[in-house]
């Protein structure tokens, strides 16, 4: 990972703004995920669109004229080493503007997300991710709810062992169904990162965009 991060610093993150943009789901969503990788890629995309288009919309322009770029990281599991899988995405804080040749481009930065921009936008990749799994057949909806069609039983330990991580339960053994207790260190937070504007939370999804990185702040970055 180290080293990932160095390459990514020194070769491919051009010395511009960074924004990291942490976006976790609901139980149900990490449980198809672990199960169905090809479905996870196709919300990646979801997710990648909709924060890119946000971006470049609120720099005043549109997705013909100008263009943002972001890595993602999947994170698969938390801090207790329970099957939690999540998007890591560090994002241009901007967006870049192309000249009528082609031959440079200029870049534009943005600010930070005001306080109610990150409830809108998780709102508004919630109802697309919503959308996308209806019509791959994974999700199912009646009069008043909706569920995922996941074609799992019992008898399949990895499904088994998979739900219980997910849901922080202990899955073996004499103490099998009970929450497990954690306790944990809280790593030092920076007052300055801490924006309650930053966080948006909808049926489940939870987005944060609170940590960025200026430009001249490459080892922050290589830490991100």
Known sequence: MAESAALLVDEVLPEQPMRQWVLSFPYPLRFLFASQPAIMTGVLGIVYRAIATHLIHKAGYTRKTAHTGAVTLIQCFGSALNLNIHFHMLFLDG?????????????HRVNEPASAEPT?????????????LERQGWLERDAENSYLALDTTDDDPLSVLQGHSISYRIALGPQAGRKVFTLQTLPPVDADEMHSGTVGEVAGFNLHAGVAARADQRHKLERL
């Open 95 to 107: 967006v870049y503007l192309a000249d009528a040749k082609g031959a440079s481009a200029r870049f």
């Open 120 to 132: 809108q936008l998780v709102h508004t990749i919630a109802h697309r991710v919503g959308r996308y």
